[in-house]
């Protein structure tokens, strides 16, 4: 399963766009890119998937370069209700999930 | 869509005592998955069942872990004996998984998990 690294935590402010950016150096063939987002004392919640290009939903974008060795997830004018951790997530998506560390974003107002 | 539930959200135990959570997934989800989480961590990966076969287990799962899904339906996860180290959220999530087909039909959606103290 392809190791991913991503900053260990992010600071905003509302109304500020919001990028994280993960590095999946080994990322394999059939490999799809899944972002969750996790608020405490809550379970993971999904958040955008893709796995070339770019790919965009009502919530965030997920932007993927052709070598498709990092990814971006781009949060719109965030609010503080965005802060959270975020979790990149490689592999092939109907096997187990292997969580890093994520991402700790902090929204001040 | 009532998602997945997991039940109790919270357990407080002491050492040595049994425990059993319960996960009712997704209806027409036919994956289901257990991880498990500590403070400051991402979750970990314990077990996953497609319809009642249960077909991987991590090596994090001792043999004091046991998890079931007996009707392909809801599961449950049982910890015998308990020690302080299994003290964490025990998460459940369900996908409409498969071998093919498109990927985001295999997305996971997880419940609120189970926060087990063990004293």
Redesign the interface.
């Known amino acids: 399963l392809a190791k991913t690294t991503q900053p260990i935590s992010m600071d905003s402010y509302e109304g500020q766009e919001v990028n994280i950016t993960c590095s999946h150096n080994n990322i394999a063939t059939n490999d799809?890119i899944?972002w969750y987002q996790q608020f405490p004392?809550?379970?993971?919640?999904?958040i955008i998937?893709g796995?070339k290009t770019k790919v965009t939903n009502e919530v965030a974008s997920l932007f993927i370069p052709a070598d498709r060795k990092s990814s971006t997830l781009s949060l719109p004018r965030v609010s503080l209700s965005d802060t959270a951790v975020y979790?990149c997530l490689v592999g092939v998506?109907?096997q187990?999930?292997?969580?890093?560390?994520?991402t700790r974003l902090l929204v001040s107002p | 869509d009532t998602g997945?539930s997991q039940d109790p959200r919270h357990k407080i135990t002491k050492r040595g005592q049994n425990v059993t959570f319960r996960c009712d997934p997704i209806s027409e989800h036919n994956?289901l998955?257990w991880?498990r989480q500590t403070l400051?961590?991402?979750?970990?990966?314990l077990t996953?069942f497609q319809n009642e076969a249960q077909l991987?287990k991590?090596r994090l799962l001792s043999d004091r872990f046991s998890a079931e899904r007996p009707k392909g339906s809801f599961s449950t996860l049982e910890i015998q004996r308990t020690e302080q180290g299994d003290s964490a959220?025990y998460?459940?999530?369900s996908?409409l998984?498969?071998?093919s087909g498109r990927?985001?039909k295999?997305?996971?959606?997880?419940?609120?998990?189970t926060?087990l103290s063990v004293l």
């Not at chain 1, 999930?97 to 994520?102: A, R």
């Not at chain 2, 400051?40 to 990966?45: A, H, K, M, R, S």
Request: charged share 10%.
């Open positions: 799809y899944t004392s809550q379970g993971p919640r999904f998937q796995y979790y998506v109907f187990k999930l292997v969580f890093g560390t994520g | 997945v994956r998955y991880y400051g961590q991402g979750p970990e990966f996953y991987e991590s959220m998460l459940c999530a996908s998984g498969g071998t990927a985001i295999n997305i996971q959606y997880f419940g609120a998990g926060r």
